[in-house]
């Protein structure tokens, strides 16, 4: 008896299945009702007291062990440990990986040029660091000249003509010396301006600006492309309005309101009782502007606009401050569905 209590052990020792099915055949071969484990329990009843008490051990050892080894590996199957086992379950569901959703600034620029391009605008980016001259010089701030202050600067140290653009209007001075009338071009960027950080004020923000050139292109066309923008952005219902404004690279110039679409008009804190929310600068290129980049200002006319991407978005989605948009907070930045 002892030898069949070793055979089976061995048995029980080196069972090492691959599925489920057949650790349940081994479990009916041993333990069933005329399973061996449960013969040698029928014969051990047969047994003198003495040998009883020789067998007694081992035979319920090997019980335990069988009992243990069969729970251990449906539960290693169960659980999907595919090296115990060596078989993959191809039908079972894969972790899913999260998706992540596109940043807010992103989304409303993206939507800013799609406005654009509906009118026939095109796309162009530049470089980050920027000369003097393509920055200010090309756009009619003279050397010295008050109005760049207006932008605080943050320049190079070892090199004062190399600094970070302040507005992408960069990008247009590169247009203009590299291309031909007619020019319609809508410029995304980031930019940087030396100012103290605060809920409607950033170091780092990023701008749309536009620019058309063609022969006889009129403040007309510039009050036009601003509503259909102003009524795709906030609404059909919205106006716009335009106050005299000063930049030193268009004349005349102007700054755009949108009415405020949270209130209609009638008043409240976010346009602060006005009606009115302020949402970008635009005017007539300047000839001289036309002139530095090679454009026969005689022939060519053409305005230009500019708006903060932040500030629209602040708009857009009624957020009041403008650093969550730089925290990554994953809890601010889920909230905005993909619409581009
Ligand atoms: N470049 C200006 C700014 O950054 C915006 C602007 C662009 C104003 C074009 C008028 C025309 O403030």
New binding site residues.
């Given amino acids: 008896m002892q030898n069949k209590i070793n055979d089976l052990l061995k048995k029980v020792g080196e069972f090492s299945p691959a599925t489920m099915a057949e650790i349940e055949d081994f479990r009916i071969k041993i333990l069933g009702k005329k399973g061996e484990l449960t013969a040698l329990f029928e014969e051990f009843k047969t047994l003198s007291g003495e040998q009883k008490k020789e067998l007694g051990k081992s035979i319920n050892e090997l019980k335990n062990k069988a009992l243990n080894k069969i729970n251990e590996l449906k539960e290693m199957l169960d659980k999907g440990s595919d090296d115990a086992c060596g078989e993959i379950d191809m039908s079972r569901p894969a972790t899913e990986s999260a998706i992540g959703t596109r940043h807010p600034i992103s989304l409303v620029k993206n939507e800013i040029v799609g406005i654009f391009s509906r009118l026939g605008f095109t796309t162009a980016e530049g470089p980050e660091v920027e000369d003097d001259w393509h920055v200010f010089s090309a756009l009619n701030f003279p050397p010295e000249h008050p109005a760049r202050d207006m932008?605080d600067t943050f320049f190079i140290e070892r090199n004062p003509d190399i600094l970070l653009r302040?507005?992408t209007?960069s990008i247009q001075v590169r247009v203009m010396q590299n291309s031909r009338p007619p020019i319609r071009v809508v410029c995304p960027g980031r930019?940087f301006r030396n100012e103290a950080i605060s809920y409607r004020a950033h170091c780092i923000f990023h701008?749309v600006?536009g620019l058309y050139i063609d022969e006889k292109v009129s403040f007309t066309d510039l009050k036009q492309t601003i509503l259909y923008f102003a009524k795709e952005m906030f609404g059909e219902e919205t106006a716009i309005r335009m106050r005299p404004s000063y930049?030193p690279?268009?004349e005349p110039?102007a700054e755009v309101d949108v009415s405020c679409n949270l209130c209609g008009g009638k008043g409240c804190n976010v346009c602060k009782g006005t009606g009115w929310l302020e949402i970008?600068?635009?005017?007539m290129v300047d000839p001289n502007v036309l002139e530095a980049c090679g454009i026969d200002s005689k022939k060519y006319s053409g305005f230009?606009?500019?708006m903060g991407v932040e500030r629209i978005a602040m708009l857009k989605y009624g957020v009041k401050d403008l650093r969550l948009y730089f925290e990554n907070d994953i809890r601010f930045l889920k909230q905005f569905e993909a619409i581009y």
């Avoid at 970008?280 to 005017?283: N, P, T, Y």
């Fill in positions: 932008q302040t507005h209007s930019v701008q600006e930049f690279f268009t110039s970008m600068g635009c005017g230009a606009f500019g």
